[in-house]
Nanobody, 123 residues
Framework: VQLQASGGGLVQAGGSLRLSCAGSGFRSVDYGIAWFRQAPEKEREAVSHIRSSGGTYYADSVKGRFTISRDNAKNTVYLQMNSLKPEDTAVYYC??????????????????WGQGTLVTVSS
């Protein structure tokens, strides 16, 4: 199983980026996929999750700004990030798992992780 995260970069505050998480070695349609992020000197935190059924969940800090989606034919999950803020600066990771609904934000619920892509938002 491999997850390849891409799409990070440098953007000004208020700008947008779209992250991609391409999976191989498994059928993404059978799993939930999440995005986590880790800022310097901070703990990893959950950003968003999309269930195999298509249901979505978001951290309060990104609700209304980020949108998660999936293309099962391409085994790929996307994270559209709009109205970016400097506090969104972090390495973003995608992860695969089958968490229960009430624990989608727990990193321990995920089996496989991508390598991360850096998002830097300048003020």
């Amino acid at each position: 199983v491999q997850l390849q995260a891409s799409g990070g970069g440098l953007v000004q505050a208020g700008g947008s980026l779209r992250l991609s998480c391409a999976g191989s070695g498994f059928r993404s349609v059978d799993y939930g996929i999440a995005w986590f992020r880790q800022a310097p000197e901070k703990e990893r935190e959950a950003v968003s999750h999309i269930r195999s059924s298509g249901g979505t969940y978001y951290a309060d800090s990104v609700k209304g700004r980020f949108t998660i989606s999936r293309d099962n034919a391409k085994n790929t999950v996307y994270l559209q990030m709009n109205s970016l803020k400097p506090e969104d600066t972090a390495v973003y990771y995608c992860a695969v798992g089958r968490p229960i609904t009430s624990a989608w934000f727990r990193s321990s619920m995920y089996y496989y992780w991508g390598q991360g892509t850096l998002v830097t938002v300048s003020s």
